[in-house]
């Protein structure tokens, strides 16, 4: 990977490592407790979208509506080739999210522990990993990086086999201190379509016991209920986001109407335990 074998000759592993357990700890991750989220994207061009520039002025505008809107978190795409993004871009967002608080996540095809730091040099918060991309023994050193870095990691999974992937390592890592999501990316990565199903087909398969994340295709109000229902406690949303002028505003209604369904839901489960009625 040539963007990572330049960054190492630039500055050693060890000397970047020195430079970001100096740090300050980063921006916590924060979970509305037994309610619904949104991680918002950052994403500047796409392979399914194309260019999705044209109604942001810039990467720091951007972000810092995402955190006025209620953004949990915001994700950066870094890769530079098909998503127009990179660590410049991060650690911009990363400056102005710092004081409200909210962290910065890295968005992009990591393969290295050497990334994850570079990520936390930016100010990052939080990481992606994808389960797709790795065998058990590379997951397990990007998420024991993440966490001696205090950061959370967003672990993706695309299908079942991921996701079986996912519990085993998940399963050795009872004991660690670290913040991990679960993410189900309904993305197909050959036709780029989205195919919402996938997120109900899938549920009952996601690791007990992590925030669940429905990724990728969530473009309206409705898009939010249905994930809500079906059982997911976080949205990634990018480009709906994107293409908004006022994404503050479409954010904050996105979260309003998933916090909505979750307590609607909540109060339906109550009085069915309590034997009330429900029409
Ligand atoms: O966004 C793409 O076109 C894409 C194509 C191929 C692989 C991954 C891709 N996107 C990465 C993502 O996971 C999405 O950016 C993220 O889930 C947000 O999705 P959306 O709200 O549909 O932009």
């Known amino acids: 990977m040539a963007r990572l074998e330049q960054a190492r000759a630039r500055e050693s592993e060890q000397a970047l490592w020195s430079r970001v357990t100096d740090l300050p700890p980063p921006p916590k991750l924060k979970l509305c407790p037994e309610s619904f989220d949104i991680i918002a994207e950052c994403k ?92 058990r023994s590379r997951i397990t050193e990007l998420l024991d990086c993440a966490a001696m870095l205090k950061m959370f990691v967003l672990l993706e999974a695309f299908d079942a086999m ?13 004991a660690h201190d670290e913040r991990i999501l679960v993410g189900l990316n309904c993305r197909d990565l050959e036709k780029l379509t989205v195919e919402l199903g996938r997120l109900a087909e899938l549920i009952d398969q996601m ?53 909505e369904r979750t307590m609607a839901m909540r109060s339906r489960q109550i009085r069915l335990a309590t034997g009330g009625d429900d029409e």
């Open 162 to 174: 991921d996701l079986q992937t996912a519990h085993e390592v998940l399963a050795l890592r009872k």
């Open 207 to 259: 690791p007990p016991g992590y925030a669940h994340v429905a990724e990728s295709g969530v473009t309206s109000l409705d898009d939010v209920r249905t994930v809500v229902d079906i059982g997911y406690q976080v949205a990634l949303v990018g480009t709906t986001l994107m293409h908004s002028q006022n994404p503050r505003k479409l954010l904050g209604e996105m979260l309003a109407a998933g916090r």
């Open 44 to 135: 500047l061009h796409s392979p399914s979208a194309g260019d999705l520039s044209a109604n942001t002025t810039g990467v720091e505008a951007r972000v810092q509506a995402y955190a006025h809107g209620g953004a949990c978190a915001v994700s950066v795409l870094t890769e530079p080739s098909r998503f127009g993004g990179s660590l410049d871009h991060l650690s911009q967002a990363a400056a102005i999210l710092a004081p409200l608080h909210v962290p910065a996540m890295r968005k992009d095809f990591l393969v290295d522990p050497y990334q994850v730091m570079e990520a936390r040099a930016a100010g990052a918060g939080g990481v992606l990993v994808i389960v797709r991309m790795l065998d």
